[in-house]
Protein backbone atom coordinates (compact mmCIF):
# COMPACT_ATOMS: atom_id res chain seq x y z
CA UNK A 1 0.00 0.00 0.00
CA UNK A 2 1.30 3.37 -1.05
CA UNK A 3 1.77 5.57 2.20
CA UNK A 4 -0.19 8.43 0.30
CA UNK A 5 -3.71 6.96 -1.78
CA UNK A 6 -5.07 9.42 -4.51
CA UNK A 7 -8.28 8.64 -6.88
CA UNK A 8 -6.25 8.82 -10.19
CA UNK A 9 -8.82 9.92 -12.37
CA UNK A 10 -9.32 11.15 -14.61
CA UNK A 11 -12.11 13.61 -13.97
CA UNK A 12 -13.82 15.15 -16.51
CA UNK A 13 -15.97 17.88 -15.93
CA UNK A 14 -17.44 20.76 -17.02
CA UNK A 15 -16.53 24.36 -16.93
CA UNK A 16 -18.31 25.77 -13.63
CA UNK A 17 -18.76 22.53 -12.18
CA UNK A 18 -17.39 21.74 -8.84
CA UNK A 19 -15.44 18.86 -8.28
CA UNK A 20 -13.76 17.58 -5.20
CA UNK A 21 -10.52 15.72 -5.00
CA UNK A 22 -9.83 13.06 -1.99
CA UNK A 23 -6.73 11.67 -0.18
CA UNK A 24 -5.87 9.21 1.96
CA UNK A 25 -2.33 9.01 3.98
CA UNK A 26 -1.07 6.07 6.09
CA UNK A 27 1.62 7.59 8.31
CA UNK A 28 -0.27 9.25 11.86
CA UNK A 29 3.30 11.03 12.67
CA UNK A 30 2.80 12.86 9.34
CA UNK A 31 2.93 16.47 10.07
CA UNK A 32 2.00 18.96 7.55
CA UNK A 33 0.38 18.69 4.51
CA UNK A 34 -0.27 20.25 0.62
CA UNK A 35 -1.71 19.88 -2.66
CA UNK A 36 0.40 20.96 -5.38
CA UNK A 37 -0.61 21.29 -8.93
CA UNK A 38 1.72 19.51 -12.04
CA UNK A 39 0.83 20.73 -15.83
CA UNK A 40 1.55 18.36 -18.34
CA UNK A 41 5.59 17.91 -18.83
CA UNK A 42 6.32 20.78 -16.01
CA UNK A 43 7.33 20.63 -12.87
CA UNK A 44 5.15 20.43 -9.62
CA UNK A 45 4.02 23.78 -8.19
CA UNK A 46 2.04 24.44 -4.75
CA UNK A 47 -1.16 25.29 -4.90
CA UNK A 48 -2.06 25.71 -1.23
CA UNK A 49 -1.40 24.33 1.75
CA UNK A 50 -3.59 22.39 3.88
CA UNK A 51 -4.89 22.65 8.34
CA UNK A 52 -7.45 21.02 10.19
CA UNK A 53 -9.26 23.92 10.54
CA UNK A 54 -9.63 24.04 6.52
CA UNK A 55 -8.57 26.64 4.37
CA UNK A 56 -10.00 28.46 1.40
CA UNK A 57 -8.09 30.34 -1.68
CA UNK A 58 -10.65 31.94 -3.95
CA UNK A 59 -12.22 29.17 -5.79
CA UNK A 60 -10.12 26.55 -3.72
CA UNK A 61 -11.21 24.93 -0.51
CA UNK A 62 -8.88 22.49 0.88
CA UNK A 63 -9.41 19.98 4.60
CA UNK A 64 -7.86 17.67 6.52
CA UNK A 65 -8.84 15.14 8.99
CA UNK A 66 -5.91 13.81 11.04
CA UNK A 67 -8.36 11.41 13.02
CA UNK A 68 -9.41 9.75 9.86
CA UNK A 69 -5.93 10.27 7.73
CA UNK A 70 -7.80 11.71 5.00
CA UNK A 71 -7.48 15.50 2.74
CA UNK A 72 -9.41 16.93 0.34
CA UNK A 73 -9.45 19.28 -1.97
CA UNK A 74 -12.98 21.48 -3.51
CA UNK A 75 -12.87 23.31 -6.75
CA UNK A 76 -15.47 25.57 -7.31
CA UNK A 77 -17.07 27.08 -11.13
CA UNK A 78 -13.86 25.08 -12.30
CA UNK A 79 -12.05 27.03 -15.61
CA UNK A 80 -10.10 25.74 -18.58
CA UNK A 81 -7.14 26.48 -17.16
CA UNK A 82 -7.81 23.98 -14.06
CA UNK A 83 -6.73 21.03 -15.80
CA UNK A 84 -3.64 19.66 -14.68
CA UNK A 85 -3.06 16.75 -12.19
CA UNK A 86 -3.97 17.64 -8.29
CA UNK A 87 -0.93 15.92 -6.26
CA UNK A 88 -1.73 15.10 -2.49
CA UNK A 89 1.64 16.11 -0.66
CA UNK A 90 2.62 14.93 3.19
CA UNK A 91 5.59 15.85 4.86
CA UNK A 92 6.66 13.89 7.91
CA UNK A 93 9.99 13.74 10.15
CA UNK A 94 12.67 11.72 8.27
CA UNK A 95 16.52 11.38 9.44
CA UNK A 96 17.13 15.35 9.68
CA UNK A 97 14.12 16.51 8.20
CA UNK A 98 11.32 16.94 6.81
CA UNK A 99 10.61 13.84 3.96
CA UNK A 100 8.33 14.93 1.73
CA UNK A 101 5.97 11.77 -0.08
CA UNK A 102 3.62 13.23 -3.44
CA UNK A 103 0.62 10.57 -4.26
CA UNK A 104 0.06 9.48 -7.52
CA UNK A 105 -2.13 12.39 -8.44
CA UNK A 106 -5.40 12.92 -9.96
CA UNK A 107 -6.09 14.40 -13.52
CA UNK A 108 -8.39 16.87 -14.01
CA UNK A 109 -9.92 17.45 -17.63
CA UNK A 110 -12.07 20.93 -17.73
CA UNK A 111 -14.11 21.07 -20.61
CA UNK A 112 -16.17 24.30 -22.33
CA UNK B 1 16.54 33.40 -13.20
CA UNK B 2 17.19 32.03 -8.78
CA UNK B 3 15.04 29.42 -9.27
CA UNK B 4 16.34 26.04 -9.18
CA UNK B 5 18.07 24.63 -12.18
CA UNK B 6 18.84 21.43 -13.73
CA UNK B 7 21.06 20.16 -16.31
CA UNK B 8 20.46 19.03 -19.04
CA UNK B 9 16.71 19.32 -19.84
CA UNK B 10 16.71 16.12 -21.82
CA UNK B 11 19.22 13.20 -21.81
CA UNK B 12 19.25 10.57 -24.54
CA UNK B 13 21.77 7.79 -23.37
CA UNK B 14 22.62 3.59 -24.59
CA UNK B 15 21.47 1.16 -22.47
CA UNK B 16 25.08 0.59 -20.08
CA UNK B 17 26.14 4.19 -19.97
CA UNK B 18 26.69 5.86 -17.43
CA UNK B 19 25.26 9.46 -16.76
CA UNK B 20 24.99 12.67 -14.56
CA UNK B 21 22.58 15.41 -14.25
CA UNK B 22 23.06 18.18 -12.43
CA UNK B 23 21.20 20.67 -9.73
CA UNK B 24 21.47 24.29 -8.72
CA UNK B 25 19.84 24.99 -6.00
CA UNK B 26 18.15 28.75 -4.71
CA UNK B 27 20.86 29.61 -3.32
CA UNK B 28 19.96 29.96 0.64
CA UNK B 29 18.36 26.62 0.33
CA UNK B 30 20.10 24.05 2.65
CA UNK B 31 17.93 21.11 1.82
CA UNK B 32 17.76 19.39 -1.35
CA UNK B 33 15.82 16.61 -2.64
CA UNK B 34 16.48 14.29 -5.58
CA UNK B 35 12.96 12.92 -6.59
CA UNK B 36 12.24 10.58 -10.22
CA UNK B 37 8.87 10.63 -11.91
CA UNK B 38 7.37 8.41 -14.41
CA UNK B 39 4.13 9.37 -16.61
CA UNK B 40 1.23 8.55 -15.13
CA UNK B 41 2.64 9.09 -11.44
CA UNK B 42 3.76 11.02 -8.75
CA UNK B 43 7.64 12.04 -8.07
CA UNK B 44 9.28 9.54 -5.86
CA UNK B 45 11.43 10.32 -3.08
CA UNK B 46 15.32 9.05 -3.87
CA UNK B 47 17.54 11.40 -1.78
CA UNK B 48 17.88 13.99 0.28
CA UNK B 49 20.53 16.25 1.66
CA UNK B 50 21.16 19.03 4.48
CA UNK B 51 23.89 20.81 3.55
CA UNK B 52 26.68 18.59 2.40
CA UNK B 53 25.18 15.81 4.63
CA UNK B 54 23.31 13.14 2.78
CA UNK B 55 21.01 12.22 5.43
CA UNK B 56 18.28 9.35 4.29
CA UNK B 57 18.39 7.88 1.01
CA UNK B 58 15.36 5.56 -0.43
CA UNK B 59 15.35 1.99 -1.00
CA UNK B 60 14.52 2.57 -4.52
CA UNK B 61 18.20 3.73 -4.95
CA UNK B 62 19.76 0.76 -6.26
CA UNK B 63 23.82 0.68 -5.99
CA UNK B 64 24.11 1.83 -9.64
CA UNK B 65 22.45 5.42 -8.25
CA UNK B 66 24.68 8.14 -5.79
CA UNK B 67 24.33 11.35 -5.35
CA UNK B 68 26.40 13.72 -3.78
CA UNK B 69 26.67 17.53 -3.03
CA UNK B 70 30.01 17.82 -2.34
CA UNK B 71 29.92 21.73 -1.09
CA UNK B 72 26.42 22.41 0.52
CA UNK B 73 25.65 23.94 -2.68
CA UNK B 74 25.09 22.05 -6.52
CA UNK B 75 24.28 18.58 -6.42
CA UNK B 76 24.53 15.30 -8.60
CA UNK B 77 23.03 12.39 -9.59
CA UNK B 78 24.58 9.90 -11.55
CA UNK B 79 23.06 6.36 -12.83
CA UNK B 80 25.58 3.97 -13.85
CA UNK B 81 25.35 1.35 -16.08
CA UNK B 82 21.69 2.68 -17.30
CA UNK B 83 18.97 0.07 -17.96
CA UNK B 84 15.66 1.07 -19.40
CA UNK B 85 13.68 0.97 -16.47
CA UNK B 86 15.82 4.13 -15.38
CA UNK B 87 13.95 5.99 -18.21
CA UNK B 88 12.27 8.77 -16.28
CA UNK B 89 12.29 12.60 -15.25
CA UNK B 90 14.64 13.45 -12.51
CA UNK B 91 13.35 15.99 -10.33
CA UNK B 92 15.50 18.18 -7.93
CA UNK B 93 13.71 20.47 -5.52
CA UNK B 94 14.98 22.87 -2.13
CA UNK B 95 13.55 24.30 0.62
CA UNK B 96 14.93 26.05 3.06
CA UNK B 97 15.61 24.81 6.72
CA UNK B 98 12.59 26.63 8.59
CA UNK B 99 10.17 26.36 5.53
CA UNK B 100 8.53 23.74 4.16
CA UNK B 101 7.20 24.90 0.43
CA UNK B 102 9.43 22.46 -1.86
CA UNK B 103 10.76 24.81 -4.80
CA UNK B 104 11.51 21.89 -8.16
CA UNK B 105 13.55 22.75 -11.20
CA UNK B 106 12.18 21.78 -14.64
CA UNK B 107 13.74 18.36 -14.33
CA UNK B 108 15.86 16.15 -16.80
CA UNK B 109 14.06 13.88 -18.74
CA UNK B 110 16.12 10.43 -19.37
CA UNK B 111 15.37 8.52 -22.10
CA UNK B 112 17.67 4.88 -22.10
CA UNK B 113 17.06 3.10 -25.24
Known amino acids: RKEVEQDPGPFNVPEGATVAFNCTYS??????FFWYRQDCRKEPKLLMSVYSSGNEDGRFTAQLNRASQYISLLIRDSKLSDSATYLCVVNRGGTGGFKTIFGAGTRLFVKA | DTGVSQDPRHKITKRGQNVTFRCDPISEHNRLYWYRQTLGQGPEFLTY????????KSRLLSDRFSAERPKGSFSTLEIQRTEQGDSAMYLC???????????FGSGTQLSVL
Open chain 2, 49 to 56: FQNEAQLE
Open chain 1, 27 to 32: NSASQS
Open chain 2, 93 to 103: ASRPSLNEKLF
